[in-house]
């Protein structure tokens, strides 16, 4: 066990464009910020805050982009008239403007645009949220019957009682891609990137810094960021978050165009009993489908991720009530974990009354589209400057009494074992 004690506010560089300064060397360990975890988050963050010319050195367990957290599934949707809440509108759509930064940076295509199409009832969560968030950000959408929805869409097959909204800019984004874009682009701007080596604890060191320990060295620092996504109740089991075991499947190939970028937009259908399954185009790989939650609690190093028989059976049952021409059951899967808070809404928000300890984590299964927004609302924070979006609705101190048992001027952490 750690007792940490925190003693004063980290100074953070002065506003605006920094001066880039020499990576520290290995003879020298001390770096501005840590970033421990290198999913899509992680990987954002250290981008952003190489970009305004901090020292970072980023650490992650395994070698990403990797299968066995958050960031990976061959391809992830990113939607604007986002159903959840429109507090989210602002976020996603500086997420578009940095992905196509990163596009520019990278050379790579790394999103493609298929547009949106939301489907339920219409009093169910996705209609009203994605009409709600479109309303007030007077963002462009159309609505449909279930019988346009048929029509327009063949591989989709809505109860009557159905309507859907569309949005033109929703697309798919590549998850390995964007997790090595943004890596490279870190790298490029000189930050120091460690793999196989997680972060598993730290202290302060007086009179602003923090003294970061990895599974192969101690590293100086002012600042640590905490992107673990499904390893943060390991790192900090204070925090409200639980980690979820969902599953993605493929369906093979089999020629059917229905499935194809230009016929299949990407698709949330919402079951009268809230159920949610989503759909993405065939990639190359075949059709993906999945269910949003209704998964099991996990933990990230003991998750089983063997997928039954059973398992496969019951969501492909789910499925074809929705999507038609799945004549065979999935050809792929795999375990993907989201990790939950209560309210299903991010933590952008510092662990400890110094502000030395940020936490990016805990998107509830929703966050990959926002990661560079994320990266660079994480920078502003730890720069001291006014982040570009508010963030209020990602506080510790919505949770009330359990965000305030999280966050204080003592601390005991358990080392990752």
Known sequence: MLLIRYHGPFAGPAAGPAVRRPVSSASDPSVDVVVAGLGAAGAAVTW?????GLRVAGFDTH???????????RSRIIREAYFEHPQYVPLV???????????????????????????GKPDSSVITGTLRSAREHGLQVEQWTAAQIRRRVAALAPDDSM???????AGVLSPEGGVTALLTA?????AQIFVNEPVT???????????????????RTRALVLAVGPWLPDLVPQLPVTVERVVQYWYARTGDDRFAPGRLPVFLIESPDGRVVYGLPDQGDGLKLAEHHHGTPAQADSVDRTVTPDERTRFHQLATRWVRGLDRPPAEWAVCLYTNTPDG?????????????????????HGFKFAPAIGEV????????????????????????????????????????
């Open 163 to 169: 309507v859907g909204v569309f949005e033109p800019r």
């Open 378 to 417: 994480a920078a502003a924070e730890l720069t001291r400057t006014t982040p570009p979006v508010d963030l209020t609705p990602f506080r510790l101190a919505r949770f009330g009494a359990a965000g305030s048992a999280a966050v204080g001027p003592i601390w005991l952490l358990r080392r990752r074992r």
């Open 48 to 52: 952003r805050l190489a970009a305004r």
């Open 201 to 219: 604890g730290w202290q302060p060191e007086a009179p602003t810094g923090l003294l970061v320990g990895t599974t192969a060295r101690t590293i």
């Open 93 to 119: 759509q500086l997420a578009y403007r940095l992905w196509a930064d990163l596009e520019q940076t990278a050379h790579a295509r790394l999103l493609q645009t298929t547009g949106g199409l939301m489907i």
């Open 63 to 73: 070698e990403p982009p990797h299968t066995l957290g958050s960031s990976h599934g």
């Open 186 to 190: 870190a790298r490029a701007l000189g």
């Open 345 to 365: 809404d991010f933590v952008l928000d510092w662990l400890d009354e110094a502000q030395r300890v940020f936490v990016v984590s805990a998107c509830s299964g």
